[in-house]
DNA sequence: CCTTCATATAACAGTGATAGTTACATGATG
DNA sequence: CATCATGTAACTATCACTGTTATATGAAGG
């Protein structure tokens, strides 16, 4: 989701459910679902009708990871988790504390590198990729879709 | 999973997949099936027929929390991750690259914090909790089948 | 208007991972 | 040799997630 994103920072116009279905082969309305997430928080607007489609309501640099995870709901960081969050068996609450403890420390740490990296950073890492490829791959990379940075 | 283990660690003699199941509310057979693993990691051994269950290989104190969660397979930590692992789409290939960095760091220090503590450090967390407890929830516990620590 | 394009959303089917269950084999104890 | 307990295969149930179909709504253009 974070790759149609950048795409549509790079984009004149909007981007169409049936496009990005395509870019990620999946369906239009799996699209719409989770873009749903990401307009209801206001990062994208969606236009019916001719010439409609998705498009930022801002710019690159005015998302970072950490708001696009949020938008789409995922608010489950860990695989692992306590079984019972709230059991009467004393030991399995001394468990429980552990594990939260750590569990916390992590997650705390990750949303802050989360929060750390806009959208505009990672675009700005591709720049970097596409520059980094030899003359004749930059054009079959430009000829298969990917747009090259400016 | 640990909340056995911690109760193997106070109890005389082995544990029957069919009494850890009632404890956990669930089947022997998932009991015999998870308990596979931390057999195979060495942490804990199976014996057959009269008198027979499970048992503690070493002390709570040779135990970490991070053994536990390898030898049960459990080497997903994160519900995220990249969708592609080896993108073509270089788009695709520097998003993952940000995601993979702040993962990392997360994982990195979430094992470090499991690795940390040991069973027996928890067991003595519950010891702490059961001293809070009035004389009467002491009482009432120890009655559930919730040992008393010594 | 009315056709076309595009999103909005409900409803349903497929899919995969996990948990639970049944059944049977094996081994240890008394 | 009867009983207790694990070992394991095979099947079922459940749940979340994905994909699909169908219908409604709204916007643009002729």
Redesign the pocket.
Known sequence: MLHLLIHMGRMEGPL???AAATMLG?????I??T??GL?DAGYVR?????????SLTRGLDGITMLDVHRALGENRIFALGPADPDPVCLVERAVNGSLEDALQEAEALLLRRLADVTLADIAADFDRRFAALSPEDRTARAHAGQLPPG
């Open positions: 169409t459910s049936e999946t369906n239009p309305v799996v719409r679902r873009m749903a307009r969606s236009v019916k009708g001719h010439g409609g489609g998705w």
